[in-house]
């Protein structure tokens, strides 16, 4: 919160800048146009300074851009209900039993999250849906010409092909929806410039590289999402584009990340891994930290999870507005607490005394009554927005 505060006020600083900025260029092509000899010191100055102030104003206007990646994945016209189910499933890797007799059934619009600690088999659960991965016992059975489409962590890509040859691999065209969208175009899209098309995919950021592979899953249609941490390295519009992308997705999805916010939001059911064979299903994240934190206090391994009430309230709350939202009690207390001693300070006999004091004290403290009053305001909205 203090970091969006900040940035608001650093970002009307700089359109302040760059409106002065504008005004000065205009000035100066005016005077440049009119052809100025170069032969006097003072004017040569000027043309040069002239020259850096357009250059400036060009540099603020490239790093004011602002895009959101526009992310849409296909679905199949699949009429089949159940896509995969898991019987009994078993899996040990390095000696270590990840999962033991699980039961799972996917079918369309499910959208499952998967949530554990690192090892614990999150990554193998989602080879075992993709059929890369055979169980040590049970059976794991998808329906025919099931389509899935994997978004693996390890982003794996051919660094020294070119970004063209990454979004369209053979030609320089791609089939979207059924339409035919040239590269450039496909390429603008996901906040890339025709510039960049040429350059090996290795020069890529980590950012750059997640929106290459969406990019590339997008153009297939699927019956089964499989997700392994998509938001490492995206930023927050894009996360926001891509979250709400996966709530319209018809087809069903398992996600996997640490992305609390993100997973209670899209997930309508979550399957906790304990690394030690042990999987159960939550209503949300927070059932799963309640249930792992008694589980850690008093060794029950034959403890069921907590029956709690699920709520979809905050399903309904954006990415941003979640944090926020989640936040505001402490902001609150604070705002509180600086409004008490702005009224204490304004009752101190001292300070009632003194004119100028009394004065600043009355403004202090409606300041602070105004804080107070604007967080309230806020969290009314959200808990309004959270239960519609």
């Known amino acids: 919160s203090d970091f969006l505060e900040k940035k608001e006020l650093f970002l009307a600083a700089q359109n302040r800048r760059q409106e002065a900025?504008?005004?000065?260029?205009?000035?100066?092509?005016?005077?440049?146009?009119?052809?100025?000899?170069?032969?006097?010191?003072?004017?040569?100055?000027?043309?040069?300074?002239?020259?850096e102030m357009i250059a400036e104003l060009g540099a603020m206007r490239e790093r004011g851009r602002t895009g959101t990646a526009q992310i849409a994945f296909q679905a199949s016209d699949r009429q089949t209900k159940r896509l995969v189910t898991l019987e009994g499933v078993s899996l040990k890797r390095g000696g270590r039993t990840l999962m033991e007799g699980l039961d799972l059934v996917l079918q369309q619009g499910s959208r499952l999250g998967v949530v554990g600690a690192n090892g614990s088999g999150k990554s193998s659960l989602l080879q075992l849906l993709a059929e890369?991965?055979?169980?040590?016992?049970?059976?794991?059975?998808?329906?025919?010409?099931?389509?899935?489409?994997?978004?693996?962590?390890?982003?794996?890509?051919?660094?020294?092909?070119?970004?063209?040859?990454?979004?369209?691999?053979?030609?320089?065209?791609?089939?979207?929806?059924?339409?035919?969208?040239h590269v450039a175009g496909w390429a603008e899209r996901f906040l890339f410039t025709s510039e960049q098309l040429n350059q090996p995919v290795e020069r890529l950021s980590g950012g750059e590289r997640a929106r290459v592979l969406i990019a590339k899953l997008m153009l297939e249609p699927a019956d089964l999402l499989l997700l392994d941490e998509p938001t490492n390295d995206l930023d927050i519009p894009t996360l926001e584009i891509l979250e709400e992308n996966l709530l319209e997705y018809p087809g069903a999805l398992v996600l996997v990340t640490h992305d609390r916010y993100l997973?209670?939001?899209?997930?309508?059911?979550?399957?906790?891994?304990?690394?030690?064979?042990?999987?159960?299903?939550?209503?949300?994240?927070?059932?799963?930290?309640?249930?792992?934190?008694?589980?850690?206090?008093?060794?029950a391994p034959q403890a069921a999870p907590p029956r709690a009430t699920y709520s979809v309230a905050k399903k309904r709350l954006g990415y941003l507005e979640a944090r926020e939202y989640a936040t505001l009690e402490s902001r609150i207390e604070a705002a509180e607490s600086a409004r008490a001693r702005a009224q204490a300070r304004l009752e101190d006999p001292t300070v009632a005394s003194d004119h100028t004091a009394l004065l600043g004290a009355m403004n202090d403290l409606s300041q602070r009554q105004t804080e107070v009053d604007a967080l309230y305001q806020r969290w009314s909205e959200l808990e309004a927005k959270a239960n519609r």
Request: glycine letters at 10%; zero cysteines.
């Open 132 to 181: 890369q991965l055979a169980p040590d016992a049970g059976t794991v059975r998808a329906a025919p010409g099931l389509r899935v489409v994997t978004f693996e962590q390890t982003r794996r890509m051919d660094e020294q092909v070119t970004l063209r040859r990454a979004l369209a691999p053979g030609s320089d065209s791609v089939i979207y929806q059924g339409s035919v969208i």
């Open 21 to 51: 900025l504008q005004n000065r260029v205009h000035v100066e092509k005016e005077w440049l146009r009119r052809g100025p000899k170069a032969r006097a010191t003072k004017a040569k100055a000027r043309i040069d300074a002239a020259g």
């Open 263 to 299: 997973l209670d939001r899209v997930s309508n059911v979550v399957l906790g891994l304990d690394g030690a064979g042990g999987a159960e299903l939550f209503a949300d994240y927070g059932q799963w930290e309640a249930w792992t934190a008694s589980r850690e206090r008093v060794p």
